[in-house]
């Protein structure tokens, strides 16, 4: 039996709302090179703590959390251990940090470590200065790596912190995290007896309904859609690749392009909302004299809060099919390995194909849309010169015609 009376939150007193609304501090990546070995400071004072009682009975254990208070308050600090909290610890090797600095000091910061093996993500440091706190500080630093674990589609959020930091415990759930497991002996043989037990918290990725085709509309996309298209392709890829994203100033390009494909192009729309789009267009492979049409298409993308629910294979299915009965016979594209070839995608290798400057590589793939289609065709791939033709002056001034989005770093960029 588990018995766990944590107390109600006081959301005034762990999050100053207008606060958040208004937060004037911008949050950065932490560059390994420059933020190795900085020390963070971890010390908090506490009159209440949460009591952590396990008892054996006949059926089991029973485990009980309550809060309590202190006879008087206590201050805890690392320094008690002779440990010392440090960013990009030589022990870890997974790791990456966001913070606040504050004329050129550090002022908050939260450090993840990717647990590939088990598919989770850890936070490991988690720390705003006292100064700074209840600003929305924390929160946003959550939502970096909530966005972290989105991308990289972890299962699972986990972090520790103590049964006497009980602000701490506080805040992590209301940001949504819950108690997932105990620890008794994590720091000394007496953690309990001290009133310091390990609690670890876990914010778990709920798995996300498969749409079918009833309840997505896919239809070309009208001029009325064109601002909506956008604004959707520029959040799929805000920050994927590379700081912020060029793709919504693509597709606004590709629609002026001679060789762009609206017969073959569309949009996912569910309740009036464009919730995803793929674009195609003309290419060639080249062997010599040889040019053989083919297309591609890009981007293919979908609202981050539709992403994992197959609107991007239902737009895929659709449109190849329309691809082949219009007698089209290879789709080739530059795209995600770990993601196309669930519809039948390969390397380009297993066609005689390769890129412009004679490569292959896992990410360059293509498909055939019918029986043996591509079986002749061999040479160099090229796409339109749309993709090339993306000035970052150009994309900068395009920008201003959507809300302004920060450009920040995450792992498995680009660049």
């Not at 870890?92 to 908050?108: P, S, T």
Request: charged share 30%.
């Amino acid at each position: 039996m588990l018995n766990i009376k944590l107390a109600e939150l006081d959301n005034a007193k762990i999050i100053n709302e207008e606060g958040l609304k208004a937060m004037k501090y911008e949050i950065i990546h932490l560059i390994k090179e420059k933020w190795k070995g900085t020390v963070i400071p971890i010390k908090y004072t506490t009159d209440k703590y949460y009591d952590v009682i396990v008892n054996k009975t006949d059926k089991g254990f029973a485990i009980d959390i309550e809060k309590k208070n202190f006879t008087e308050p206590v201050t805890y600090t690392l320094e008690e251990y002779d440990l010392k909290d440090r960013l990009y610890e030589n022990f870890r090797e997974n790791v990456y940090a966001w913070g606040v600095v504050v004329n050129f000091e550090l002022v908050a910061a939260i450090e993840t470590n990717q647990e590939l093996g088990p598919n989770r993500l850890r936070i490991i440091e988690l720390w705003v200065a006292e100064e700074y706190q209840k600003q929305g500080i924390g929160h946003e630093l959550i939502e970096i790596a909530k966005e972290q674990a989105r991308r990289e589609r972890r299962r699972v959020i986990i972090l520790e912190t103590q049964s006497c930091n009980v602000n701490a415990v506080d805040f992590y759930q209301h940001e949504g995290f819950s108690l997932i497991g105990i620890d008794t002996c994590c720091y000394k043989n007496n953690d309990s007896q001290r009133k310091e037990v390990k609690l670890e918290f876990g914010w778990l990725l709920k798995e996300k309904k498969k749409f079918n085709n009833d309840e997505i509309e896919v239809r070309m996309e009208t001029p009325d859609d064109w601002y909506k298209v956008e604004l959707m392709t520029q959040h799929a890829f805000w920050n994927k690749h590379h700081l912020g994203c060029d793709e919504h100033y693509l597709v606004h390009k590709m629609r002026q392009d001679k060789d762009y494909l609206p017969e073959l192009s569309r949009i996912a729309v569910k309740d009036g909302e464009v919730i995803g789009c793929i674009m195609y267009s003309k290419a060639r492979v080249v062997d010599a004299s040889d040019i053989h049409e083919i297309i591609t298409f890009g981007p293919l993308c979908v609202d981050p809060k539709w992403q994992g629910c197959g609107v991007g294979e239902l737009l895929l299915r659709e449109t190849m099919k329309l691809a082949a009965d219009k007698g089209y016979k290879g789709i080739v594209i530059f795209g995600e390995p770990d993601y196309y070839p669930r519809v039948g995608f390969k390397t380009c290798d297993n066609f005689n194909i390769t890129t412009a400057d004679g490569k292959n590589f896992d990410a360059f793939m293509g498909i055939e849309l019918g029986k043996d289609s591509m079986k002749y065709i061999k040479g160099k791939f090229y796409e339109s010169k749309v993709f090339d033709n993306l000035p970052k002056e150009e994309v900068e001034e395009y920008n201003k015609k959507f809300s302004k989005l920060q450009k920040l770093r995450f792992p498995g960029q680009w660049d």
